[in-house]
């Protein structure tokens, strides 16, 4: 599958490594070219299955069905807005967690999400999908915690468009769990803020990860 | 550790199965007598390391210094009122979800929990801590969830009220994990609610959990 991945820092790497893990063809874009060249450059190396990566800019056409938000929320909110048409028919994912300044709580009003908001403003036609706000970049980089592969949790309200995102996931092995419609973003968001909560009092680095264990 | 746990339902039942594995001294209390005493003799029989069971009527006294709300929200709203002045001093447990009637939302106001709740309505010094509310009842009899221990996500407060809350959770051979403050019951309530909703589309039969792998 064609992907653009907009976001050449953390998430944009540990994301990148799962598609050519999944031997996918991945076009890393970034604000700074040499940023993206640089991630597209690592990510080659690792490339396994048939995987192609390229870098581009940040106004170079936006190949493949598949258009990853690894920024932050505000930077979502903005992509949403300055791609405008540009992202029409796309399937977008959005993976912020929107957390407020002091980090210490969501930045979101209550009784929506990040993933709600990127989808009101993005142009009709554009699927919106929720996924990897769960998982830490590192952990995507190894596709693993502590021996068990990555939960990946997605929600959204087009079945085809969750699906994509659904293989994407499988074939970077990791764990696919579809949560329902992009209301749940909600509770997603919850999710990876309380992650991140846990992060200095629990002394775990980035390191862990949510799993829903059966 | 006397524990009273009121509510000889699944979650009390699957709860008293912990309390009973660590050797604790438990009192059963339901408004059906009946009830409370199959639970009883059902945990006396699983009693291991010097743990005792008894039952008792809605009206006895609250034995020990911890109080495990093993009942729906809004029971777990009438309990605190009716309870009033016979909690102060206690550390209270509220595992519950608040779910609506139609079982497809919180019913909570955005910006509070359940758990928060049931705090502002309890005597001043009584200490509510959150916990065992992204647990199910049956995992929670057997301890564990494909080989693994279950986590106890709890919130609270007071520190000393958390750590008595976790001392519980690790004699009954489950992970404790402390989540921060009472707010972070809105995410754990969130949590509780996104595993409540999978349920059936997954076709998990309530035997799931989240865990926080690292």
Redesign the interface.
Known sequence: MQVTVIGAGNMGRGIGHRLVAGGHEVTIVDRDPQEAGWLAKELRAAAQGGATVEAAGPTSELRGEVVVFAVYYQGALELARELGDRLAGKVVVDISNPLNQTFDALAT???TSAAEEVAATVPTGTRVVKAFNTTFSGTLVEGQ??G?PLDVLIAGDDKEAKEMVAKLVRDGDLQA????PLE?A???E??G???I??QQ??G?NF????????
Do not use: H, Y
Request: hydrophobic share 45%.
């Open positions: 009003q209550p009784g915690v502590a068990q769990i579809d949560v329902g749940r909600r509770e997603l919850g999710l803020f309380l992650g909560t846990l009092p629990l775990l390191q862990s990860t949510w799993k829903l264990a059966s």
